[in-house]
């Protein structure tokens, strides 16, 4: 059974933890209560590094895959009648499916399985991730054969009959994937959303509030503002409050640190794009405010990856993913 793919949305690009922040520095010789005081920041410190590892490893595989994969489905479902059927052997400049050689799924096959079996366990999220690399491979052997016989134009030599005889395969393996990657994304936002904001009250607490402190604060409040903006029918008081809190930390951030050394150039990076998210963010409110709708290009664009109309969710998702980008750099 031939399942039909909705427009495929741009995947959100997730924001990797900090390392766990370092213990104090000693002082005099340390009693009994202050040995057992410090064994249990190790003991918590050591947690913090492991949920981390496990964490960043499941994000470097995302990162690594699933954006491409998602545009991939747009471009090879958009030039089809119906993609439901699939190419009636009349279309033209048709456009192969996303490509994914085998080396494309390195990062995930040493991420993956190591990070299943790393402690924490979290049974959610690790078994979501096993059906997710699964989907990965059933699909990668269809998809890169489908992508190399459009870049060869072979639907010029046989009037698209094996096109046509792969677009079925093609399109399960596809919408298995689709499913298991929201499945994995969202376990893997809820316990990254959760550790970065037990991060955030470690690094004020023992550090203040550092340019460490600043950059995780500032992807918090994006990724609080880019989460509530998804839709159209957002409300749009929620939305101002988020845009202000996003604007206050980011600001603060500016005077406080910006001009400090070393890496004042990658933190200006860093703040570039968050100007561009906040801009960004004010034209989503007026366009959903004003009701401003879509023009027939515009509709067309909605899901592109760089073209997507101002104050549309997919130019905002575009901008906090160019953020994230910026912040796993720092």
């Not at 039909?4 to 370092?22: D, E, H, R, W």
């Not at 005081?37 to 960043?56: F, I, M, S, W, Y």
């Not at 001009?259 to 960004?280: C, I, L, V, Y």
Request: charged letters at 25%; hydrophobic letters at 40%; glycine letters at 6%.
């Amino acid at each position: 059974m031939i399942r039909t793919l909705p427009v495929a949305p741009l995947a959100v690009a997730l924001s990797l933890l900090l390392t766990a922040c370092g213990g104090k520095s000693p002082g005099a010789a340390p009693d009994a209560v202050t040995q057992a005081g410090k064994a249990a920041d190790t003991a918590a410190q050591d947690a913090e590094q492991a949920l981390t590892a496990k964490l960043n490893s499941y994000i470097d595989c995302y990162n690594d895959v699933d954006s491409g994969i998602h545009r991939g489905i747009g471009y090879y479902t958009g030039w089809m009648k119906d993609p439901k059927v699939g190419p009636s052997g009349r279309e033209e400049r048709p456009i192969g499916p996303p490509d994914l050689d085998a080396d494309d799924l390195k990062t995930c096959d040493a991420a993956i399985p190591t990070a299943i079996a790393a402690a924490p366990a979290l049974p959610e999220l690790d078994k979501a991730a096993k059906v997710y690399l699964d989907s990965l491979h059933a699909l990668q052997p269809l998809t890169h054969a489908a992508y190399d016989y459009y870049k060869r134009e072979d639907f010029e030599d046989d009037g698209y009959a094996r096109g046509k005889a792969m677009h079925a395969p093609l399109m399960d393996a596809l919408a298995a994937f689709v499913q298991a990657s929201e499945v994995f994304s969202t376990a893997l936002e809820a316990e990254n959303d959760r550790a970065q904001q037990a991060q955030l009250q470690a690094l004020e607490k023992q550090e203040g509030r550092t340019r460490t402190y600043y950059r995780l604060a500032i992807m918090l409040e994006a990724k609080s503002l880019m989460d509530l903006m998804a839709e159209d029918d957002f409300d749009l008081v929620q939305g101002r409050a988020r845009l202000d809190a996003f604007n206050t930390i980011a600001d603060e951030a500016h005077a406080k640190v910006a001009d400090q050394e070393p890496g004042k150039m990658d933190w200006n990076s860093f703040e570039t794009a968050a100007e561009n998210f906040r801009r960004e963010g004010k034209e989503r409110i007026k366009r959903v405010a004003d009701k401003t709708p879509y023009s027939d290009f515009e509709q067309r664009m909605l899901d592109s990856p760089s073209h997507a109309p101002q104050g549309s969710a997919g130019r905002l998702l575009n901008e906090y993913n160019s953020l994230v980008f910026q912040s796993n750099r720092q």
